[in-house]
């Protein structure tokens, strides 16, 4: 079998069913307890030999990216690239564009609490992983997927699954619909960072996270309705007291009769719940119609993690 020259990874975005959040550790991280669910908005990261002949920069980007994506080494997917090769023995000096290069199209919108770097990260590690056949299971790029961010094994794993520790920490969870959202897209992004520092100065005194039951009866008995009313973020009113009006946008959906409405993770994308894909569309049509926010995204979950499509 001859080693493939191109690889394509697609991954998933994510939304947050529960997003439980304690105090602030001394690390600087947040202790969670993170209900991940993984849905059918897919960013694609193809890697190549690098063909010097070709090669204008070691990165390059396309699809709804906006300015906010770096196109150098800072790049979340970059930074996977340069850590695999790390691990797999290439010493400092050695420049990632001599590696590799890295094409990244991107559908998950940028900051928007969708984990879109994340999601490029995971994606970067499987790519190169194949790329160089480095003979890493998915299991065993985990570890290295923690070291980039508390987000990216889980888009490694995908499905559903809740996250502890600071969200890195996996079990994967039962769930058996499938289950139909709208995600209301906003002007901009939130910082992560910001958004935990507003959650410490509205609730200093945040209890410890606990796994809600009623979500994972919920999930369990594949009843939409029951998740809908056990959706949670505690990052939300961190969000809105940054973005005041992703409120008319919450609210837009609720008169619209979603079966349940929350900010994704640390926002401002906010997601809503539907009874089947044709409320999903009758959903989008009124949020888009509210004038509360910049475009609308159906989709649905939950789907695998980073899979391999080319190569
Ligand atoms: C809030 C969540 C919900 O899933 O994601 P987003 O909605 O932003 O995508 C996550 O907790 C974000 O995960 P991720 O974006 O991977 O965060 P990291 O890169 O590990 O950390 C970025 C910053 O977020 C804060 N952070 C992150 C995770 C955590 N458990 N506690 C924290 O306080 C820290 O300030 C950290 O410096
Ligand atoms: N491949 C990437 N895609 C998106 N953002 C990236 C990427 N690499 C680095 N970033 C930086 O990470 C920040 C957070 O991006 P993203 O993961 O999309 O948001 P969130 O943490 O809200 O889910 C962006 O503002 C951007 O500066």
Redesign the pocket.
Known sequence: MTAATTVTVRVPA?V?LQ?A?GP?RED?????V?V?HAVSLYDEVTVRRPDSAARVSGISLSGATGSDVPQDSTNLAARAAELLAHRIGYRGGVDLGDLVDLRIHKAIPVAG???G??ADAAAALLACATLWNTGHTVSELAPLAAEL????PFALMGHTAV?R???EQLTPLTCTVTLHWVFALAHGGLS??E???AYDRIRPQAPEPELSHALTRALEAGDAAAVGQALHND?QPAALDLRPELARTLQAGADAGALGGIV????PTCAFLARDGEHARELAAELEWSGTCLRTVCAHGPVPGATRTQG
Request: proline share 0%.
């Open positions: 994510k947050n997003l959040v602030a600087g991280y947040h202790e969670l993170n991940f609490g969708m984990a770097g994340s961010g508390s987000d990216v996250g520790s600071r969200g992560t960072a958004v935990y520092r990052l994704s993770g640390s926002g």
